[in-house]
C-alpha cells in the first residue's frame, strides 16, 4: 500500500514564523503535491513536482515555497506565515513523470492542520 | 465560473436507494476524471476514475462521462450509512506538464437508515 507520511497532524504558529511542512512517500513516486483544504472552497492546489529539484506552482501559490531535494520527500514552506494560511494542508503523490499517463490517481497523507495566531 | 462544480449539498438519500452525484467542468481539454470520496476529519480515498466517454462500473459505484455535455456523475446503487462523507470530483486538465488534478468542492451526502 501506499504511504505518504505527513510530520506533523496539527501545528499551532504565530503569525510571521518561517513554517515547514515536511511530506515522504514510500512509493518511489515521481510527482508530488501540495494542497490547501478550506470548507467552502474545496482543495486548492499550492505547488506540485514531478521530478527531483523540478516545481510547477499551482494556483494559490503566494505566499509559500517548496522544496524537492529527493524524490521521497517534498516540503512546503510558508516564508512568514500569516493568518489567512490557517488551513488543513494536503500532501499528495502519484505515479509517473512528466510524459505519463494522465490516469494516475493521488495517494494523499492525513494532513496537517495548520493554526496561525 | 468555476472550473470544477458540484452542488454542495447536503444530498439525502434513505438506505438502499441510489445516489445521484454530479459535476461539471469547465476546460474541454480535460482528459480524466476522479471521484474520491472524504471522510469528516480524513484524507480523501479514491473511488475511482473514468476517461472514455459512456459508463464505468466497480462494485456499487458507476461512473458517467459526457464529454459533449462536460459533465460527469457517480451513481451509488444500494446505498449504506457508511457511504455518507463529501464525494469530491476531480478533473486532469491535460495541459502538457500539468500532472495536477483540479478538484470541485465537494457534495456532502448522508444516507438516513
Known amino acids: 500500500d501506499v504511504k505518504v507520511t505527513q510530520s506533523s497532524r496539527y501545528l499551532v504558529k504565530r503569525t510571521g514564523e518561517k513554517v515547514f511542512l515536511e511530506c515522504v512517500q514510500d512509493?518511489?513516486?515521481?510527482?508530488m503535491f501540495w494542497y490547501r483544504q478550506d470548507p467552502g472552497l474545496g482543495l486548492r492546489l499550492i505547488y506540485f513536482?514531478?521530478?527531483?529539484?523540478?516545481?510547477e506552482k499551482g494556483d494559490i501559490p503566494e505566499g509559500y515555497s517548496v522544496s524537492r531535494e529527493k524524490k521521497e520527500r517534498f516540503s512546503l514552506i510558508l516564508e512568514s506565515a500569516s493568518t489567512n494560511q490557517t488551513s488543513m494542508y494536503l500532501c499528495?503523490?502519484?505515479?509517473?513523470?512528466?510524459?505519463?499517463?494522465?490516469?494516475?490517481?493521488?495517494?494523499f497523507g492525513n494532513g496537517t492542520r495548520l493554526t496561525v495566531t | 465560473q468555476k472550473e470544477v462544480e458540484q452542488n454542495s449539498g447536503p444530498l439525502s438519500v434513505p438506505e438502499g436507494a441510489i445516489a445521484s452525484l454530479n459535476c461539471t467542468y469547465s476546460?474541454?481539454?480535460?482528459?480524466?476524471f476522479f471521484w474520491y470520496r472524504q471522510y469528516s476529519g480524513k484524507s480523501p480515498e479514491l473511488i475511482m476514475f473514468?476517461?472514455?466517454?459512456g459508463d464505468k462500473e466497480d462494485g456499487r459505484f458507476t461512473a458517467q462521462l459526457n464529454k459533449a455535455s462536460q459533465y460527469v456523475s457517480l451513481l451509488i446503487r444500494d446505498s449504506q450509512p457508511s457511504d455518507s462523507a463529501t464525494y469530491l470530483c476531480?478533473?486532469?486538465?491535460?495541459?502538457?506538464?500539468?500532472?495536477?488534478?483540479?478538484f470541485g468542492s465537494g457534495t456532502r451526502l448522508q444516507v438516513q437508515p
Open positions: 512509493m518511489d513516486h515521481e510527482n
Open positions: 476531480a478533473v486532469n486538465k491535460g495541459r502538457a506538464g500539468r500532472r495536477a488534478l483540479t
Open positions: 513536482s514531478y521530478d527531483v529539484k523540478m516545481k
Open positions: 499528495a503523490s502519484s505515479s509517473g513523470g512528466l510524459l505519463s499517463s494522465y490516469n494516475s490517481p493521488l495517494h
Open positions: 476546460d474541454r481539454g480535460s482528459q480524466s
Open positions: 473514468i476517461y472514455s466517454n
